[in-house]
């Protein structure tokens, strides 16, 4: 082998990186090491299929390094903390996971001395940005190679050149490309390249299975999921779980629209069971737990957290200071979240905390007070409305 032709390949078995697995080995005649990263949801047969393939299409080698944690602990844990959904819709599923994909696929090709790197983006997307910000800031001696961004390929154009090198794949799952992960499945195809057509329901991976309601409890402790049912495990295993319980009903599913890094519109199917519903039931539970200032404080600050992590920026230090934050504003968000799942959708039924600050022995809410008089409240409104009365009073029309 010709070790100055050493590469290694972010290689996840899917359509583009299949094409550069078999176009780097046969036609530039590098030595492919490919690798792949799991950040959840993938089986351990799955992971085997892929590892054959990536034999099949001319790799010398193939690792899969298993980052579940890792990802829940760097990244996962963060955005429930933040409640984040970008656009108001979009959990950050696939842009999450790149992050951790990037910083370890480094890793590996510095471990074992690997001159080249190579990733399946095309120039029109996001993950071009991920990957290559990670890769030069990381390591700046290694060279970048995109067959995908460079030749300027279509799918379909993919697709007849591993035809044409006798691979064969399944070709009608091919029009839809699809990442799966712990934080949810993105899936691409013709119907997301244009602004009307919705996903068709073969789509997506997981299909309707239950009509009958289902109830569901989730338990957090400091912001962290615990426990499903009152079965205590990881977060990440309790994510994966719940997934599975919750995808039998066809939750989670949406298209997104947002803006690119490269700054087009962008549009993508995605089925984030498990996300959607973690972030919702912590958000009610927070609503219970959180001052109406920490409340207002986090959501801003979220959103800037999502969109710097969505954009790449997750080296910038800036990230971790957000992090501390949003962390130290779970110390009190703990306690039982109630949940009915039906087909499509779900309802949040209502919380129970230690911490809920609904037990206040003030008062209830529009009904009776016990700590303040009638004079004191119409006291307290007179000076509230002070700032209004001078501007209007300043700025009324003579």
């Known amino acids: 082998m010709n070790t100055s032709k050493k590469l290694v390949l972010a290689y996840s078995g899917g359509l583009d990186t299949s094409y550069c697995a078999v176009h780097l080995s046969k036609e530039k005649n590098f030595e492919v090491h490919a690798v792949s990263i799991n950040t959840g949801g993938f089986t351990k047969k799955e992971i085997q299929t892929i590892e054959t393939n990536a ?84 390591a700046p001696e290694i060279e970048i190679i995109t067959p995908i961004r460079d030749q300027k390929l279509t799918r379909q154009e993919e697709i007849n050149y591993l035809k044409a090198n006798g691979v064969n794949l399944s070709w009608e799952k091919a029009k839809y490309s699809i990442n799966k992960g712990l934080w949810g499945t993105s899936v691409g195809g013709e119907e997301t390249l244009t602004s009307k057509n919705p996903l068709p329901e073969k789509a997506y991976p997981s299909q309707l299975q239950k009509q009958k309601p289902e109830k569901v409890k989730l338990t957090f402790l400091k912001g962290e999921l615990i426990a499903v049912n009152d079965q205590k495990n990881a977060s990440e295993i309790n994510i994966e779980t719940l997934n599975t319980m919750v995808s039998a009903f066809a939750i989670g599913r949406d298209i997104h629209v947002g803006d690119t890094i490269v700054g087009i519109k962008g549009r993508v199917g995605f089925e984030a069971a498990a996300a959607i519903i973690c972030i919702k039931a912590h958000h009610l539970l927070e609503k219970h737990t959180l001052t109406k200032w920490q409340l207002q404080h986090k959501e801003y600050l979220s959103n800037f957290y999502g969109m710097h992590l969505h954009e790449g920026q997750y080296l910038d230090p800036v990230m971790r200071d957000m992090e501390a934050f949003l962390e130290n504003s779970q110390a009190k968000v703990s306690g039982d979240v109630f949940i009915t799942l039906k087909p499509y959708h779900f309802t949040l039924d209502g919380i129970e905390s230690t911490h809920d600050l609904m037990n206040a022995k003030f008062g209830s809410y529009g009904e009776v007070n016990s700590d303040w008089t009638a004079d004191e409240a119409k006291g307290f409104i007179k000076i509230i409305g002070n700032q209004n009365k001078i501007y209007q009073q300043v700025n009324s029309e003579s």
């Open 55 to 138: 034999y099949k299409m001319g790799a010398s080698t193939y690792k899969n390094i298993d980052a579940v944690t890792t990802f829940y602990q760097k990244v996962v844990k963060y955005l429930i903390f933040g409640n984040v959904l970008k656009n108001n819709s979009y959990p950050l599923s696939v842009s999450a996971e790149r992050i951790v994909q990037a910083i370890e696929i480094i890793q590996y090709a510095k471990s074992i001395n690997a001159n080249y790197i190579a990733h399946g983006s095309t120039g029109a997307g996001n993950d071009q940005v991920r990957f290559d910000m990670i890769f030069q800031t990381l």
